[in-house]
């Protein structure tokens, strides 16, 4: 999956000790998950850019990395402004879009985009394995971080196996579009 391939680089976060950066940035992730309040994302945004850009991983992998979660979010923050709320901020025909509504969809967008940004400095500053040894000596029961590890792996096996799937479609002159429907070009 390339989740430690940046791995080597060298940089603060790089150097940090691994347990003591699993505790903090998975307290961080806590903490970012339970503010309800908009005057705390730009210190989320802020805190959350300061750790990336100190951990010098490349745009190109955080971007790659949001991609599809953010696909899954993007469908919410599409929905959820004309759902939730009372108080119209606009109106379109039949289309109310709420206040509480886009209060919401700031919050949530804003929690995703830094919860996934720390979980990737998180695991992407060090090997998969020392992450799971931090684990270990940070109590975890054994049974949970070996399930963690075949889990990693197995995930490593289908993204491999995926991308044989496709060049062979590929290669047969088949083609998969968004929608799944299997077509020939």
């Not at 804003?110 to 940070?138: D, E, K, N």
Request: aromatic share 10%; proline share 4%.
């Amino acid at each position: 999956m390339g989740l430690d391939e940046y791995a080597a680089i060298d940089s603060v976060i790089h150097r940090w000790e691994q347990r003591s950066k699993l505790v903090a940035l998975l307290a961080l992730m806590f903490a970012f998950a339970f503010t309800n309040r908009l005057i705390m994302l730009p210190a989320m945004i802020g805190v959350t850019t300061i750790l990336f850009v100190l951990s010098k991983l490349p745009l190109s992998f955080l971007i790659r990395r949001l991609r599809y979660p953010g696909l899954f979010i993007l469908a919410v923050v599409i929905l959820l402004p004309f759902a939730t709320g009372e108080t119209v901020v606009l109106s379109v025909g039949s289309l109310t879009v709420t206040q509480e509504g886009l209060t919401a969809v700031l919050l949530i967008a804003a929690r995703f985009f830094c919860i996934l940004t720390v979980s990737l400095v998180l695991f992407g500053t060090a090997p998969f394995m020392i992450t799971i040894q931090a684990l270990r000596s940070l109590r975890l029961p054994p049974i949970i971080a070996d399930m963690t590890l075949l889990a990693y792996r197995y995930l490593d096996e289908f993204g491999q196996v995926r991308t044989t799937m496709q060049r062979a479609m590929r290669l047969r002159g088949l083609k998969i579009d968004l929608t799944g429907i299997l077509y020939e070009f």
